[in-house]
């Protein structure tokens, strides 16, 4: 059954299969050493240029924590927002890897912002205190709102000036671009972005996601990293060939738009329902609103999602590259009849 819960929940998208199915007709070389790895290096270089260093790893924890290990030691701080990924659903595995202490900064659209940043870099060269080395931001970020190029250059000129890096974990990647209109770079390596987690499971790829490094000196020990943290796939090319096809022909991006398109119209059609309340702005692919939480169960039923804030009923409701008009216009018109009944 389809659901709202996830865009995890998706399948993988056909011509992605059909890449994996090519991958898969011959021998070829371990950890990265073949022709699928090349191509699709060459791919996230049209996109981002020559200067950088492209590393795949399994999972999108793993490239989070992979690449904040790259950028800190264990007394440094990661400062964050409260909601972001790496503190609410990534268990410990960023302090456990890191050793760094996670500094979350409260927020009510998902962004954190540089003045908010700024005074959270405190007692800098005191032993007694972390030490600030990181700023981590989600584009797009967990409730599905994205950063405009300005507020993340804002965040980069902070970290400049205080000697950190930026770092973005970009699970949703994808459907960030789609939103504001811009290619990968705009706003990730021409804003100042140190490493970037380019995300591909959650826009149609079956696992695999990749570590972009755009600061040359960063990379020098990545490679290490990455096999002391078990991310180091013996068959990459399973992992690269699905990135060579999403990054050839616009894959992405019409994965990517689909499923924005789809949370728009889902947003459009809530909204007639006086009984429900949106609640965040509908950038990406993802609608939060506050339903009946008499209702609540019983939707769940028609598709299933999730509850986001328990105390409020505020419910997340994930569009996917497949997600189709009628599914949304059936949930509706459910939420509809439900509501009625209150």
Known sequence: MKSFASD??????????????????DHAGSYGADNFTSKAIEKFKEYFGNDIEIFFVYNGTGANVLGLRTLTQSFHSIICSALAHINVDESTAPELFTGCKLIGIPTTDGKIYADEVER?????????????????????TEYSTVYTTDEIKALSSIAKKNNLYLHMDGARISNAAVSLGKDFAAFTKDAGVDILSFGGTKNGMMFGEAVIVFNPELSQYFSYIRKQGMQLHSKMRFISAQFEALLSNDLWKRNATHANAMAKKLEQELMQVPQIKITQSV???????????????????EMHFYVWNDSTNECRLMCSFDTKEEEIERFVAKAKALCSAL
């Open 8 to 25: 995890n929940y998706s399948g993988v998208h056909p011509e992605i299969m059909e890449a994996l199915s090519r991958a898969n007709q």
């Open 120 to 140: 959270r870099i405190q007692r800098v060269g005191d032993q007694h205190h972390p030490q600030a080395r990181v700023i981590s931001i989600s584009q797009s």
């Open 283 to 301: 950038d990406g692919n993802g609608v939060f609103a506050i339903i009946p939480k008499q209702i609540t169960e019983a939707l769940q039923h």
